[in-house]
């Protein structure tokens, strides 16, 4: 252990990672999304829709499969865009664990969203506008509401253990599985369902981040644009999408002879309370040494670290100082949203998903676009091609607008 940080008193029951599933800008589920990370397949594009024909920025990474397609008709009118691809992943990940038997009173549902059902907002604000009240869908407030993903979750899966919705920024999703845990651990619920969804590819976001000076403009090659950890790195892509994780309590699991793809084994969360998008390496080391913390954990047992890196030249420069200080230079990094973009309240389950998948199968995704490394940062980041290694444990990290820091620990099962 880090002799600053001796272990967590013992006695807490062991979290599984028992099901998994996604929808993103490179498939529409786990193998097609895994495949295509591994392979660097981009999912960014141009938006060639006519209200992206003006911004300043038109450059996106929708999800590979529409999830309206996927959903009966009452359903797609009644759920915002976000809600449908929290179903579409949350159903996934519960077929995976195989459709658990629980009592619905043990069952829960955490899902967060950064921005929930802005897309509903902005379309419904201007059929008001240019139709009249009359006009405006009565679903519009449940489309909406941030908690809404949560809600419809747990009215598909029948959960009644409880819905709740952190938003957290981008690290909305990874806060989720943290609840959710925190769920399991304290005996009130023996399986949750936990993730992160957004779909805000749309004209006012896209224009809002621009304007801060967030995204990328690399529009002669799309595919291209999104480089994290590179010296030529101009800002993020804005992407969608959604992932979901099934945990138990190891014991529930156990009994019903559970399939384990990992052990969510440690969790660290702090703020900076530091400034409102600007990041502070400090709130990041101090996430970084509570999940190794809560995990039993030194540094050197960390082989994998999946960055939360979106490409921004502080975001990016900020965080690799961050884990050199907490962990070293030995880890093998990855930067996910190179290919992925950035899924915002989505990003933090995805790339969780994409952690257990790296524990499980041994392999480290490379980062794509990674053609010169920024000389500040000073990490072994695999690039080119997957790198093959035992991973005995890997950490996930998050960080969200606000000062939110989430990182997660996962080790092997068995």
Same mark, same amino acid.
């Given at each position: 252990?880090?002799?600053?940080?001796?272990?967590?008193?013992?006695?807490?029951?062991?979290?599984?990672?028992?099901?998994?599933?996604?929808?993103?800008?490179?498939?529409? +589920?786990?193998?097609?999304t895994? +495949?295509?990370?591994?392979?660097g397949?981009?999912?960014v594009?141009?938006?060639?829709?006519?209200?992206?024909?003006?911004?300043p920025?038109?450059?996106?990474?929708?999800?590979?499969?529409?999830?309206?397609?996927?959903?009966?008709? @009452?359903?797609?009118?009644?759920?915002?865009?976000?809600?449908?691809? #929290?179903?579409?992943?949350a159903r996934?990940?519960? #077929?995976?664990?195989?459709?658990?038997?629980?009592?619905?009173?043990?069952?829960?549902?955490?899902?967060?969203?950064?921005?929930?059902g802005?897309? =509903?907002?902005?379309?419904?604000?201007?059929r008001?506008?240019?139709?009249?009240?009359? /006009?405006?869908?009565?679903?519009?407030?449940?489309?909406?509401?941030?908690? &809404?993903?949560?809600?419809?979750?747990?009215?598909?899966?029948?959960?009644?253990?409880?819905a709740?919705?952190?938003?957290?920024?981008?690290?909305?999703?990874?806060?989720? *599985?943290?609840?959710g845990? #925190?769920?399991?651990r304290?005996?009130?619920?023996?399986?949750?369902?936990?993730?992160? =969804?957004?779909?805000?590819?749309?004209?006012?976001?896209?224009?809002?981040?621009?304007?801060? &000076?967030a995204?990328?403009?690399?529009?002669?090659?799309?595919?291209?644009?999104?480089r994290?950890? +590179?010296?030529? /790195?101009?800002?993020?892509?804005?992407?969608?999408?959604?992932?979901?994780?099934?945990?138990?309590?190891?014991?529930?699991? %156990?009994?019903?002879?559970?399939?384990v793809?990992? %052990?969510?084994?440690?969790?660290?969360?702090?703020?900076?309370?530091?400034?409102?998008?600007?990041?502070?390496? +400090?709130?990041?080391?101090?996430?970084? %040494?509570?999940?190794?913390?809560?995990?039993?954990?030194?540094?050197?047992?960390?082989?994998? @670290?999946?960055?939360h890196?979106?490409?921004?030249?502080?975001?990016?420069?900020?965080?690799?100082?961050a884990?050199?200080?907490?962990?070293?230079?030995?880890?093998?990094? =990855?930067?996910?949203?190179?290919?992925?973009?950035?899924? *915002?309240?989505?990003?933090?389950?995805?790339?969780?998903?994409?952690?257990?998948?790296?524990?499980?199968?041994?392999?480290?995704?490379?980062?794509?676009n990674?053609?010169?490394?920024?000389?500040?940062?000073?990490?072994?980041?695999?690039?080119?091609?997957?790198?093959?290694? /035992? *991973?005995?444990?890997?950490?996930?990290?998050?960080?969200?607008?606000?000062?939110?820091?989430?990182?997660? #620990?996962?080790?092997?099962?068995?």
């Amino acid at each position: 252990m880090h002799p600053s940080l001796p272990p967590l008193p013992g006695g807490e029951e062991e979290i599984l990672v028992t099901g998994l599933g996604m929808t993103t800008p490179q498939g529409g +589920d786990v193998q097609s999304t895994w +495949d295509g990370l591994l392979a660097g397949t981009s999912g960014v594009r141009l938006l060639d829709a006519p209200w992206a024909a003006d911004l300043p920025v038109r450059l996106g990474a929708p999800v590979r499969e529409d999830p309206g397609e996927l959903l009966d008709r @009452v359903a797609r009118r009644r759920m915002d865009r976000c809600q449908q691809l #929290a179903v579409v992943a949350a159903r996934q990940a519960w #077929a995976d664990a195989g459709a658990p038997e629980v009592e619905p009173e043990r069952l829960a549902v955490v899902f967060g969203t950064g921005m929930g059902g802005g897309a =509903t907002l902005v379309e419904q604000y201007e059929r008001c506008q240019e139709l009249g009240p009359d /006009r405006v869908s009565p679903f519009t407030v449940t489309m909406l509401m941030p908690n &809404g993903p949560a809600a419809a979750v747990s009215m598909d899966l029948g959960a009644r253990g409880g819905a709740h919705a952190p938003t957290s920024a981008c690290a909305s999703g990874a806060e989720a *599985i943290a609840l959710g845990a #925190a769920l399991l651990r304290r005996g009130l619920a023996d399986v949750v369902v936990a993730g992160g =969804t957004e779909a805000c590819l749309g004209r006012l976001s896209i224009a809002a981040f621009a304007r801060m &000076g967030a995204l990328s403009r690399r529009h002669d090659l799309p595919e291209g644009a999104s480089r994290p950890f +590179d010296s030529g /790195r101009d800002g993020f892509v804005m992407a969608e999408g959604a992932g979901a994780l099934v945990l138990e309590r190891a014991s529930f699991a %156990r009994a019903r002879g559970s399939r384990v793809a990992a %052990r969510l084994a440690g969790i660290g969360m702090t703020s900076d309370a530091h400034d409102m998008t600007a990041p502070s390496p +400090d709130g990041q080391i101090r996430a970084i %040494r509570h999940a190794l913390r809560s995990a039993g954990l030194s540094p050197y047992d960390v082989t994998h @670290v999946n960055a939360h890196a979106p490409g921004t030249q502080v975001g990016d420069r900020v965080e690799a100082a961050a884990v050199l200080e907490a962990l070293g230079p030995h880890p093998l990094v =990855t930067a996910t949203k190179s290919v992925t973009g950035h899924l *915002i309240g989505g990003a933090g389950a995805v790339e969780a998903i994409f952690t257990v998948l790296a524990v499980r199968d041994g392999v480290v995704p490379p980062t794509r676009n990674l053609d010169d490394q920024d000389s500040d940062v000073k990490l072994e980041i695999v690039a080119d091609r997957p790198r093959h290694a /035992r *991973i005995g444990a890997a950490i996930s990290n998050s960080f969200g607008f606000g000062g939110h820091n989430v990182v997660l #620990a996962f080790t092997r099962s068995g």
